[in-house]
């Protein structure tokens, strides 16, 4: 899965069962689990993904799906939003001790950076929130007709069913279920997809986009 990033998978693998667990970012008991449930179960994502886009991981935590992505697309550019210092130092740590030249590292809310970050094709998201909350963290991130992978577990269809309208109101255009990692992981790891259409976040986020960034010129110029 991994090819020639095979070495760094493991360092990063021993980082979160050592660091990871010393800063509290993941459990001890997941540390048996690391492969199966989070390295593998997050690197499979990298089927949903297109070629050569920008990437968003909402909430990246330690890394996951972001780095475990970022190891296996190289011909991604790939941003780990994270609004804890605790957690952003270590996936700093990881980034420069991995050389992931690809991937930047940001402090902040997702409703912090909206206009700041230029938007982006793809947001992934992993254990962040329910799928209608996400969503209104996620889509406002996003460029027209982008989309939102969100690594979903058993109550992937019910929530999504739940989000109909939520989604709806923030632009979404097309929602599915798709299961990756044939061969690779079992079971398989299950993504909501969410597309958009011209407006990501619907008009009050494109209104929040427009002013912040016209602050951020005015700013500049300053």
């Known amino acids: 899965m991994f090819g020639d990033r ?24 997941e540390v048996p689990r690391l492969w199966e449930r989070h390295l593998l179960n997050c690197a499979v994502l990298s089927e949903a993904v ?7 991981d909402v909430g990246s935590g330690a890394g996951l799906p972001g780095i475990p992505l970022a190891l296996v697309r190289d011909d991604l550019n790939i941003t780990l939003l994270e609004p804890l210092l605790r957690r952003t130092n270590f996936l700093t740590e990881v980034v420069e ?9 940001v402090r902040g809310r997702a409703e912090e ?5 230029p938007p ?17 963290w996620g889509i406002p991130l996003l460029r027209p007709y982008g989309e939102m992978l969100a690594l979903k577990g058993d109550t992937a269809e019910e929530e999504l069913k739940a989000a ?11 929602t599915s279920i798709v ?23 619907g008009v ?3 209104a929040k986009r427009a002013k912040a960034a016209r602050t951020g010129r005015v700013r500049r110029r300053r």
């Open 6 to 29: 095979f070495a760094d998978a493991v360092r990063y693998a021993e980082l979160l069962a050592e660091a990871g667990v010393q800063r509290g970012l993941i459990g001890p008991r």
């Open 50 to 56: 297109p070629q050569g886009v920008t990437v968003c």
């Open 164 to 174: 109909a309208t939520a989604l709806s109101k923030l632009g979404a255009v097309e």
């Open 204 to 206: 009050r986020f494109a």
């Open 120 to 136: 982006v094709h793809v947001v992934t998201a992993r254990a962040v929130a329910p799928l209608d909350r996400l969503a209104t």
């Open 179 to 201: 299961h990756v990692g044939e061969g690779v992981v079992d079971p398989l790891s299950t993504v909501v997809r969410v597309e958009v259409g011209e407006s990501p976040g």
């Open 97 to 105: 001790l991995l050389g992931l030249d690809h991937v930047t590292v």
């Open 113 to 117: 950076v909206l206009g700041k970050l």
